[in-house]
């Protein structure tokens, strides 16, 4: 999820209501299928030779029984479903799950990596790595039968229902029990941003809009367990006209993830992502476009149950010395555009999240204290959209939620888009800078 320029970063407090701002293990079992012992089938085959023996004459030899094989406790795999629909939990029971990719710091920090006061530091967070570790693991599995199985002619709420099911099947929370949601599920609302819309769509109740093969559509989801947020987007086209555009955002998304580290100013990543981005042009429709940065879309960091926090991670060359330090997490993203390279406010708002900071103001309207006591108990700071509050059963709630926003309590995130006619593309990956490595927690084999 994009940090735009003109939103105001949060606190970081850890209270949700409150914050601020691989390969499946088996299921062991020694049952034989269908409560058949194959094995013991070929013991009864040898006790029949035996008595075939016996009646032909004393002069044969007895066989001997075969002793039984023992049964491999690992010959009934579990694995994932397709939709997903299988708890990682039950895939890795040993809460082992895969580590992203570890890159060991450069140059003044290189010594980190087996400096022994930097290893116990990293010994010590991992319920943190290991609830990080299950939520990338559940966005990898989930955005890679996506991109399987996403076509031209789906609608786009049949493609982003299709994500947050396999979310909150393979968390194990369906998040319709108050509370839930904050335990774990959905970081933030699945963004189908069409074409030249960057950022911040997804589909209200009753949205039509299919999917074409033309369109270019970026998909990014967050997945949280116990508020650590993992923040990944990938972008789907259906036309290779469209690949070089694609290239070069991956390219530019993966300099940033490279530059990134302890130490490094936030205007060096911004200025060597800008520069491989648009050393690329992309040909569409017999025209040659320079592939732009859209300058004022960023990175961020990303605190406890706020997918914004304090630090932001330009993607173009500027003069903003605030530098990465051990311990932060950000989400490493950059979108580029044949457009103007700049994105404005444009078409109907779906993301919302409540603010850490909301000021205590006294509501008038009963139906907007109904509906706050609803977002706090249910999201807390995390984004939600306006689905989230049907699929919780509220009704007749824009009154009361427009109320919230006018208040400053929650904010709204309305869709950003460049030029009409232009189009946009966005990657973007979640990295926690541990005292001893880099580790792109997101990483996956797909990008």
């Known amino acids: 999820m994009t940090?735009?320029?003109?939103?105001?970063?949060?606190?970081?407090?850890v209270d949700p209501t409150k914050a601020s701002n691989g390969k499946a293990v088996a299921d062991t079992s020694t049952e034989p299928p269908n409560g058949v012992?194959?094995?013991?089938?070929?013991?009864?085959?040898?006790?029949?030779?035996?008595?075939?023996?016996?009646?032909?004459?004393?002069?044969?030899?007895?066989?001997?029984?075969?002793?039984?094989?023992?049964?491999?406790?690992?010959?009934?795999?579990?694995?994932?479903?397709?939709?997903?629909?299988?708890p990682v939990s039950k895939l890795f029971p040993d809460n082992q799950y895969p580590t992203g990719e570890e890159v060991e710091y450069k140059d003044e920090n290189s010594y980190r990596t087996t400096n022994e006061e930097k290893r116990h530091l990293d010994r010590m967070d991992q319920d943190f790595l290991t609830d990080y570790r299950q939520a990338a693991e559940v966005h990898r599995q989930v955005r890679q039968w996506a991109q399987k199985n996403i076509k031209p002619g789906q609608t786009l709420t049949e493609i982003a229902e299709g994500i947050e099911d396999g979310v909150r099947y393979l968390t194990d929370h369906q998040g319709l029990e108050e509370g839930d949601n904050i335990k774990g599920g959905?970081?933030?609302?699945?963004?189908?941003?069409?074409?030249?819309?960057?950022?911040?769509?997804?589909?209200?109740?009753?949205?039509?809009?299919?999917?074409?093969?033309?369109?270019?559509?970026?998909?990014?989801?967050?997945?949280h367990i116990n508020g650590r947020i993992v923040d990944s987007a990938f972008t789907m086209t259906f036309d290779p006209v469209y690949d070089?555009?694609?290239?070069?955002?991956?390219?530019?998304?993966?300099?940033g993830v490279r530059e990134a580290g302890i130490d490094v100013r936030m205007s060096d990543i911004g200025s060597a992502i800008q520069e491989v981005m648009e050393s690329y042009e992309v040909e569409i429709g017999g025209t040659t476009y320079p592939v732009k940065a859209i300058r004022n879309l960023n990175g961020h960091s990303i605190e406890p149950y706020s997918i914004h926090g304090s630090k932001s991670v330009p993607i173009v060359k500027g003069g903003d010395q605030t530098k990465m330090e051990e311990g932060e997490?950000?989400?490493?993203?950059?979108f580029?555009?044949?457009?103007?390279?700049?994105?404005?406010?444009?078409?109907?708002?779906?993301?919302?999240?409540?603010?850490?900071?909301?000021p205590n103001v006294s509501l008038r309207l009963s139906s907007a204290k109904s509906l706050l006591n609803t977002i706090t108990k249910n999201f807390g700071t995390l984004p939600f959209c306006r689905r989230y509050l049907d699929r919780l059963g509220?009704?007749?709630?824009?009154?009361g939620l427009n109320n919230l926003v006018t208040s400053g309590i929650v904010e709204a995130y309305p869709p950003l888009c460049d030029i009409k006619g232009s189009y946009t593309v966005q990657f973007e990956h979640t990295i926690l800078l541990r005292p001893t490595v880099k580790e792109v927690i997101s990483r996956g084999d797909d990008y």
């Open 329 to 334: 997490r950000f989400a490493i993203e950059t």
């Open 186 to 223: 959905m970081g933030f609302p699945t963004g189908l941003s069409l074409n030249n819309c960057a950022a911040h769509y997804t589909p209200n109740a009753g949205n039509k809009v299919v999917l074409a093969k033309e369109d270019v559509m970026k998909v990014d989801f967050g997945v």
């Open 244 to 255: 070089n555009l694609v290239n070069a955002v991956k390219d530019a998304t993966n300099t």
């Open 394 to 399: 509220q009704e007749k709630y824009l009154l």
């Open 336 to 358: 580029g555009s044949t457009g103007k390279g700049y994105v404005r406010e444009d078409m109907e708002t779906s993301h919302y999240a409540k603010r850490g900071d909301a």
């Open 37 to 86: 012992d194959h094995e013991a089938s070929d013991d009864d085959k040898d006790d029949e030779e035996e008595g075939v023996a016996a009646g032909t004459g004393a002069a044969k030899k007895k066989k001997k029984r075969k002793p039984k094989k023992k049964k491999n406790a690992a010959s009934k795999s579990q694995t994932q479903t397709s939709p997903p629909r299988v």
């Open 3 to 13: 940090d735009d320029m003109s939103k105001t970063a949060g606190d970081t407090e």
